[in-house]
C-alpha cells in the first residue's frame, strides 16, 4: 500500500511524499545447478555490490526453493533497463516496485516527521496481531512512529497455487484484497514560519517552538543539529545509521521535547507570579540588590558584579536582578516554589503528540532524599529560585509557562498535526480536540503584571537590543544556565 502523505498546515504543499523504487529480485530455484555464483559475479557490477555480498542476500535453506528473494533495493531505472536487455545473462533474476518514501527537503522538520524503517523482531511481536510481517517497514521517531495505524494504509493480498518447492503451478493471480493507501496527515506546522525559525537559529545546538497560545497548534519546531531521513533508504542506511548515531552532537534527539534543561532566569516567569499571588511583597517595594548575599556560610552572588541597588519587582523581572528573587526564594520555600511549578505544568509531560517526550524534573526535598540521597538544604532554594540547581525543563514547557501567561491562566495541549485525510475520499477522519491541560485560578491584575514586566525586558531590561517595530509588541524573558 501506499503510504500516507504529510502536508503543512496549508493541505497545499506536501512535505513527505512516494516515489517508485524498484528492487532486483532473485529466484534462486530457476538457477541451473552450480549457477548461482557465476550468476553473481556478473550481476554484482550492475548493483555496485561484490559476489560475497550478494551470496549473502540469499538464505542457504531457501537455494533451492521458487521463491523470490529481494537482494537489491532503492535501485536506479537505468540499472533496472541494462538487466532487461540481458535477461538471458542472468536467469532468475526480476524485479518488482514498491512505494518508497521521499521525504524532500524537509530540512529541520526531521524530529517532527520522522523516519520510517524495517520492522524489527521486537516490534513485530507487539505488532504481528495488526497485521504486520517481517519486511514490513514501520515508524520509528516522529510523526511516522505516533500516527503509524493512519499512515501505513494496507496491503493487497494475492493468491496463486505453487508446489513443495514455491515453484508456480499456474502464472495467474487470484487478488482477493486490492491494496488501501494509507490516510494523508496535515500538520499545524506553518513552512515559512518552520524555515524562518530554522534559519534564526542557524548551526546552534539548541531549538526554537512558536506555538499559537489560543489552540496549543505548533507552528514551528526547530531542533539543531537535524538529520536527513532519506539517507534510512536503501542499502545505506544502516551505514548512515550507525554515523549518526555515533555523533556526538546527538543529531537524533529532538530537543525541544525529548531534552531538559535548567530554565534559568526564565524560571522569573513563574516566580513572579507566585510573589504576586501570595503577596509576598508590594509590586513597588524595593530590595536592596548589592550584588552578593549571605545566606547560611555560602555567598550567593548577582549576575550584575556591582548589583542593582534598590529594586522592585518590574525592574528586577526585566533586569533579571538575581538577589531580589534570592530573597523571594527563602520567603516563598520549596513547597510553594514547587507547587506553582506543577500549576504551571512543569515536571510532567505536556502530552504533545510526538513520541519520547520527557517530563523534566521539579526538585523537592522528598525528591532530593530519594534520588540524590542527600537532604535539602537551604542553598537548594536560593538556587530554584532563579531556575538553577536540580531543575530542568524541556524548551516546550518554556513555551507552555508563557502561553499559560499570554492566555490568561489556560495552556492548552500542544499538537503538530491538525487534521488526518482519508487517503482517497480526502474526508477528514481524525481532528485533535483544543483540551485544556492547565488551568490556573490567577488572578487577572497578576497575568496582567507578568505580561507588562516581560514587555519591559525588550523596551528596558536585558533584551533591550531586540529590534523592535511599531507593527508587533514584542516581549520575553532571558536567561542563561
Known amino acids: 500500500a501506499q503510504r500516507g502523505k504529510i502536508y503543512e498546515n496549508s493541505y497545499s504543499l506536501p512535505l513527505v511524499t512516494n516515489s517508485p523504487s524498484f528492487s532486483v529480485d532473485l529466484i534462486p530455484g530457476e538457477l541451473p545447478t552450480g549457477e548461482l555464483a557465476p550468476l553473481l559475479k556478473r550481476l554484482a557490477p550492475h548493483l555496485d555490490m561484490n559476489e560475497r555480498q550478494l551470496s549473502a542476500r540469499i538464505p542457504r535453506q531457501m537455494r533451492q526453493l521458487y521463491r523470490p528473494i529481494e537482494i537489491k533495493s532503492d535501485v536506479k531505472f537505468a540499472t533496472i533497463a541494462t538487466l532487461a536487455e540481458r535477461i538471458d545473462s542472468f536467469p532468475g533474476v526480476t524485479w518488482h516496485t514498491t512505494p518508497a518514501r521521499d521525504y524532500g527537503m524537509i ?3 526531521a524530529h517532527v516527521i520522522g523516519y520510517i524503517g524495517d520492522i524489527t523482531s521486537e516490534e513485530l511481536q507487539t505488532k504481528f496481531n495488526d497485521g504486520y510481517i517481517s519486511g514490513n517497514l514501520v515508524g520509528k521517531s516522529g510523526i511516522e512512529k505516533q500516527y503509524e495505524p493512519f499512515l501505513r494504509g494496507i496491503d493487497g493480498l494475492g493468491h496463486r497455487t505453487v508446489d513443495v518447492r514455491e515453484r508456480a503451478v499456474s502464472k495467474i493471480w487470484q487478488t482477493s484484497i486490492a491494496p488501501q493507501p494509507g490516510a494523508d ?9 518552520q524555515r524562518a525559525a530554522e534559519e534564526a537559529l542557524g548551526a546552534r545546538i539548541g531549538s526554537v517552538i512558536v506555538l499559537r497560545p489560543a489552540t496549543g497548534a505548533i507552528l514551528a519546531m526547530v531542533s539543531y543539529p537535524w538529520f536527513d531521513p532519506q539517507s534510512f533508504i536503501g542499502d545505506s542506511a544502516l551505514a548512515a545509521f550507525k554515523a549518526l548515531s555515533m555523533d556526538p552532537s546527538f543529531p537524533f534527539i529532538n530537543r525541544t521535547t525529548r531534552a531538559a534543561y535548567p530554565p534559568a532566569s526564565v524560571f522569573k516567569i513563574l516566580m513572579t507570579t507566585a510573589i504576586l499571588e501570595e503577596q509576598l511583597y508590594r509590586q513597588r517595594q524595593a530590595i536592596n540588590c548589592t ?4 545566606y547560611g556560610d555560602r555567598v550567593f552572588n548577582d549576575w550584575v558584579e556591582e548589583g542593582h541597588g534598590y529594586i522592585n519587582l518590574k525592574d528586577a523581572f526585566a533586569h533579571s536582578c538575581d538577589i531580589y528573587f534570592y530573597h523571594a526564594g527563602i520567603k516563598l520555600g520549596v513547597s510553594t516554589i ?7 505544568g512543569l515536571g510532567k509531560e505536556t502530552g504533545i503528540d510526538l513520541p519520547g517526550e520527557v517530563s523534566g524534573i521539579v526538585p523537592t526535598p522528598s525528591w532530593k532524599l530519594r534520588e540524590r540521597e542527600e537532604p535539602w538544604v537551604g542553598g537548594d532554594t536560593v538556587n530554584l529560585a532563579i531556575g538553577q540547581g536540580f531543575i530542568t525543563v524541556t524548551p516546550l514547557q518554556v513555551a507552555n509557562m508563557v502561553a499559560m501567561i499570554v492566555n490568561n491562566g489556560v495552556i492548552y495541549k500542544p499538537h503538530v498535526v491538525s487534521q488526518i485525510r482519508d487517503g482517497v475520499s480526502d474526508e477528514i477522519v481524525y481532528q485533535p480536540s483544543y ?8 488572578s487577572e491584575d497578576t497575568l496582567s503584571f507578568v505580561r507588562n514586566a516581560m514587555r519591559k525586558v525588550v523596551t528596558d531590561g536585558t533584551a533591550a537590543s531586540v529590534l523592535t517595530t511599531n507593527r508587533v509588541a514584542v516581549a520575553g524573558k532571558t536567561g542563561t544556565a
Not at 550584588?291 to 549571605?294: D, I
Not at 514547587?338 to 504551571?344: D, G, I, L, P, V
Not at 483540551?435 to 490567577?442: G, M, Q, R
Open 107 to 109: 530540512g529541520s522538520l
Open 185 to 193: 496527515v496535515v500538520l499545524t506546522i506553518d513552512w515559512s514560519l
Open 291 to 294: 550584588g552578593s548575599m549571605t
Open 338 to 344: 514547587a507547587k506553582y511549578a506543577t500549576q504551571f
Open 435 to 442: 483540551e485544556p491541560i492547565h488551568i490556573s485560578n490567577f
